[in-house]
C-alpha cells in the first residue's frame, strides 16, 4: 500500500482553509492571526506518524495543498489539481453564498478530474462568531462526508481525527485501484 497522498485543501476565500492547514500540520497558531490571504497555492507537507489502514500501522507522508479561494486564480487549477488523490472542501457555514461557491469547485476539481466521492470530505468550518446553517450544500454533495469543524475548544481533537480517517479512506481507495489495475493486466 503507498504511504503518500496528495490532497487538495479548497472552498471560499477567507472561510479558514490556511488556518486549517496550520492546525493539522501543526504550523502556527490558530487563534489571532491576522487575515493573509493565499496567493495562488501554498504547499505543506507533514506526516502522520501512526495510521492505521486496513489493519496496517504505518507513517504517511501528506502533501496538502492549500489552494487561494480567489477565482482570479482559476486558470491555475489544472496544474494544481494534477496528480491529486483526494479533496477535501471547507466553508463557513454562516455564509449564504457559500453553497453555490463549493459548488464551482466541486465540478472543477471533483467532476472533471473524475474522483469519487469516497476521496472527498466537506469540513463544514466554525470560525470564532460563526452563526447558523446558512449554507445548504447541494445535491452534488449529498454522497460526501460532512463533519463540523471546530478548532477552539474541545472540537479540535475531532478535526484530526476525521482527517486522519479520511486520509486511511483515501489510501484504501487508492490501493483499491492499484489492485483493479494489476488484475486486469494479468487476465
Ligand atoms: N481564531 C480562529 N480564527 C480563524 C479560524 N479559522 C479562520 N480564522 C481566521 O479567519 C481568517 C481567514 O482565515 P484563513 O485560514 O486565512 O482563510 P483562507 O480560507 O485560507 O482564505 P484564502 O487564502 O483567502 O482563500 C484569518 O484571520 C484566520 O485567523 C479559527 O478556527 N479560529
Ligand atoms: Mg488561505
Not at 492546525?23 to 507533514?46: A, W
Not at 507522508?61 to 488523490?85: A, F, H, T
Not at 481525527?161 to 493486466?185: C, K, P, W, Y
Amino acid at each position: 500500500m503507498q504511504n503518500k497522498v496528495k490532497l487538495l485543501l479548497v472552498g471560499p476565500s477567507e472561510c479558514g482553509k490556511s488556518t486549517l492547514s496550520n492546525f493539522l500540520s501543526e504550523s502556527g497558531d490558530v487563534g489571532g492571526m491576522i487575515y493573509r490571504p493565499t496567493k495562488g497555492c501554498r504547499i505543506v507537507e507533514f506526516e502522520i506518524p501512526n495510521l492505521t489502514v486496513n489493519g496496517m500501522t504505518k507513517k504517511v507522508e501528506v502533501e496538502l495543498w492549500d489552494v487561494s479561494g480567489d477565482m482570479k486564480y482559476e486558470s491555475c487549477w489544472p496544474g494544481i489539481q494534477r496528480g491529486s488523490n483526494g479533496v477535501l472542501f471547507v466553508y463557513n457555514p454562516g455564509r449564504e453564498d457559500h453553497a453555490r461557491i463549493l459548488d464551482h469547485f466541486y465540478t472543477q476539481f471533483v467532476e472533471q478530474q473524475g474522483l469519487r466521492e469516497t476521496q472527498c470530505i466537506v469540513f463544514c468550518h466554525y470560525k470564532p462568531g460563526t452563526n447558523g446553517k446558512g449554507a445548504k450544500l447541494s445535491s452534488s454533495f449529498n454522497q460526501v462526508l460532512t463533519v463540523d469543524s471546530q478548532l477552539e475548544e474541545d472540537g479540535v481533537s475531532t478535526v484530526r481525527r476525521d482527517f486522519n480517517d479520511f486520509v486511511g479512506s483515501v489510501l484504501t481507495h487508492m490501493s483499491a485501484v492499484v489492485e483493479m489495475q494489476e488484475n486486469s493486466i494479468l487476465m
